[in-house]
C-alpha cells in the first residue's frame, strides 16, 4: 500500500530525444510493488511538449489542469482539464502545452509492455458474453 501526497514525489526530467520542458512523476509504478500498471503525472510547461512516437501499450490519460493539443498522424485536437483520452497501441502521437500556464495530465500505462491483452468472450463467471469493462 501506499500513500503519499504527489508533492513528495520526485519530479524528474522526461530526457527523451523529442520531449521539450516536460516532466515526470512516477505516482504508483512497480516500485510501490504495483502488479500490473504504472501512473504516472506529466508536467508540461507552456511551450513544452512529449515527445512524437509510438509504441505497443495503450495510455489511458486524465488532464488535470492546462490546455493541450494531441498530435497524431491524422490530424490535431485540442483538449482542457478534467477531459479523458485513450490513446491505441501504435498510434503515433504527442502531447502539447498550448497555454500560457502548466499542463498537468495523469497518464496510466502497463508494466509489461509486451504482453498483448486477449478479450474475453466467454464470461467465466456466469452465463453469456463478458462485457471487458
Not at 489511458?60 to 482539464?81: I, M, P, Y
Not at 485513450?86 to 504527442?94: G, L
Not at 498550448?98 to 463467471?125: A, M, Q, W, Y
Amino acid at each position: 500500500m501506499k500513500f503519499a501526497n504527489y508533492k513528495e514525489i520526485d519530479l524528474e526530467d522526461v530526457k527523451v530525444e523529442g520531449a521539450k520542458n516536460t516532466k515526470i512523476r512516477w505516482l504508483i509504478s512497480k516500485r510501490d510493488n504495483a502488479p500490473n500498471y504504472a501512473m504516472r503525472m506529466f508536467e508540461v510547461e507552456a511551450d513544452g511538449n512529449t515527445p512524437f512516437h509510438t509504441h505497443a501499450w495503450e495510455h489511458e490519460v486524465f488532464v488535470l489542469e492546462g490546455n493541450g493539443l494531441l498530435v497524431t498522424e491524422w490530424g490535431e485536437r485540442s483538449f482542457k482539464a478534467w477531459d479523458v483520452m485513450f490513446i491505441d497501441p501504435y498510434v503515433k502521437h504527442q502531447f502539447k502545452n498550448v497555454g500560457d500556464s502548466i499542463l498537468r495530465f495523469l497518464c496510466i500505462i502497463p508494466h509489461d509492455t509486451t504482453k498483448k491483452e486477449v478479450k474475453k468472450t466467454i464470461n467465466p463467471f456466469a452465463t453469456g458474453v463478458a462485457s471487458n469493462c
